[in-house]
């Protein structure tokens, strides 16, 4: 079975801390990661995935296979990042997804 | 560009009813499914299709049917709704390994079952 475990449901930092937000996920074979976010009234959007290796909005998350984790990282928050966040996992044809519980990021000023 | 449209957004349901939930993509993407969110739980699968007239089951199909007879709507029927149902219900499509299966969502159908 897939499963992907967020292990905290809020995390509060304040404005220009770092931020990590946990994703460890169990699957026997090579899977696809995802960080999704819900801003305050709008829709969830993808925020980004591991096979592009990319950085938006100053987020990076790395895929490390070993400890089978794929965390988000921030090195200084800001207020606009505040959100529900969620990461993701996908079967190779992505036709399902598997979603954490989410956390809630709070960035105070 | 409406990307996914669901319908409609609030509905509040006596146990027993039955009810459909609309969703509609103008994406042209081949792959539709929906989730419901619960506190604490976030979003579980509840069905899926992969095209026009395929459709799967997903972590949590019991109580719910749907069916896919054109590749813009998934319709999502509640034979007989149950308080447990309660939750927000979200309609996702995207295009498959293509785009790197970027999932678009609508923007959600808020369900309170009495």
């Known amino acids: 079975a897939q499963r992907v475990t967020q292990p905290e449901k809020l995390l509060s930092v304040f404005k220009g801390a770092p931020v990590e937000l946990k994703c460890n996920y169990s699957?026997?074979?090579?899977?696809?990661l995802f960080w999704y976010v819900q801003y305050s009234r709008q829709r969830l959007q993808l925020l980004l995935r591991?096979?592009s290796r990319e950085s938006i909005k100053g987020f990076t998350a790395d895929l490390n296979k070993g400890e089978t984790s794929f965390h988000l990282k921030k090195p200084f928050a800001q207020e606009e990042d505040s959100a529900m966040y969620y990461c993701?996992?996908?079967?190779?044809?992505?036709?399902?997804?598997?979603f954490g519980s989410g956390t809630k990021l709070n960035v105070k000023p | 560009n409406a990307g996914v449209t669901q319908t409609p957004k609030f509905q509040v349901l006596k146990t027993g009813q039955s009810m459909t939930l609309q969703c509609a993509q103008d994406?042209?993407?081949?792959?539709m499914s929906w989730y419901r969110q619960d506190p604490g739980m976030g979003l579980r699968l509840i069905h899926y299709?992969?095209?026009?007239?395929?459709?799967d089951q997903g972590e949590v199909p019991n109580g719910y049917n749907v069916s896919r007879s054109t590749t813009e709507d998934f319709p999502l029927r509640l034979l007989s709704a149950a308080p447990s149902q309660t939750s927000v219900y979200f309609c996702?499509?995207?295009?498959?390994?293509?785009?790197?299966?970027?999932?678009?969502f609508g923007e959600g159908s808020r369900l309170t079952v009495l």
């Open positions: 993701a996992l996908s079967l190779y044809n992505f036709n399902k997804f598997y």
């Open positions: 699957y026997s074979g090579s899977p696809e």
């Open positions: 591991h096979i």
């Open positions: 994406m042209n993407h081949e792959y």
């Open positions: 299709s992969v095209g026009a007239g395929i459709t």
């Open positions: 996702a499509s995207n295009s498959g390994t293509g785009a790197g299966g970027e999932l678009f």
